[in-house]
């Protein structure tokens, strides 16, 4: 069974731009998460979808948004980029929402410069 | 609001035991995680406590008390190839996951 694929892998974009990051789950996992991940904060939650449904939000601005398609795969846009939102960006995938163990890609390393 | 505290950084020895700790305080608890993250890898899952007590899987074991917010995360027979960052994660009243900044753990020969 394929694991979680992310597209792309490196990114590099100017401030002021914006970007679009591609998730496929596994076969059959309904849920993706996304999650940013700086040096020493540790992995932020930023939504999860279900079944093309946002079902859980974390405390990001609007400028972060995503979307779940029919089959499962997923996007995560950010408008207006700035420094700070310089990290890599995970996304995992799970059978539910309650499922014991989420299953994460290699996520994609955005710079912004 | 909600909080999640684990040791930044700690250092053992291969062969050794070594215990991180996780303490907790979140809105509900649905579970709690916990995931090993290789220096520019993706994080893998390790285990996973609902009820109070040890999980023993391996050279791995984890352990919670629900009525202390606490956990820990025991590696016996340290090996080099444990040197990584350790996420602790609980899952709340609204089954998001909150997780922990991670504990670097370095092993030394």
């Known amino acids: 069974k394929a694991g979680v694929t992310q597209t792309p892998r490196y990114l590099i974009k100017t401030r002021g731009q914006q970007v679009t990051l591609s998730c496929s789950p596994i076969?059959?996992?309904?849920?993706v998460s996304w999650y940013q991940q700086t040096p020493g904060q540790g992995l932020q939650f930023l939504f999860e979808?279900?079944?093309?449904?946002?079902?859980n939000k974390g405390n990001f601005p609007g400028r972060f948004s995503g979307r779940q398609f029919s089959n499962s795969r997923s996007e995560m846009n950010v408008s207006t980029l700035e420094l700070g939102d310089s990290a890599l960006y995970l996304c995992?995938?799970?059978?539910?929402?309650?499922?014991?163990?989420?299953?994460f890609g290699p996520g994609t390393r955005l710079t912004v410069t | 609001g909600q909080n999640i505290d684990q040791p930044t950084e700690m250092t053992a020895t291969e062969g050794a035991i070594v215990q991180i700790n996780c303490t907790y305080q979140?809105?509900?608890?649905?579970?709690l995680f916990w995931y090993q993250q290789h220096a520019g890898e993706a994080p893998t899952f390790l285990s996973y406590?609902?009820l109070d007590g040890l999980e023993e899987k391996g050279r791995f074991s984890s352990f919670l008390s629900r009525s202390k917010g606490y956990s820990y995360l025991l590696l016996k027979e340290l090996q080099m190839k444990d040197s990584a960052s350790y996420l602790c994660?609980?899952?709340?009243?609204?089954?998001?996951?909150?997780w922990g900044a991670g504990t670097k753990l370095i092993i030394k020969p």
């Open positions: 995992a995938s799970s059978a539910s929402g309650q499922a014991r163990e989420q299953y």
């Open positions: 076969s059959g996992h309904r849920s």
């Open positions: 979808y279900f079944s093309e449904t946002q079902r």
């Open positions: 979140t809105s509900g608890f649905n579970g």
């Open positions: 406590n609902v």
């Open positions: 994660a609980v899952r709340d009243s609204n089954y998001q996951l909150i």
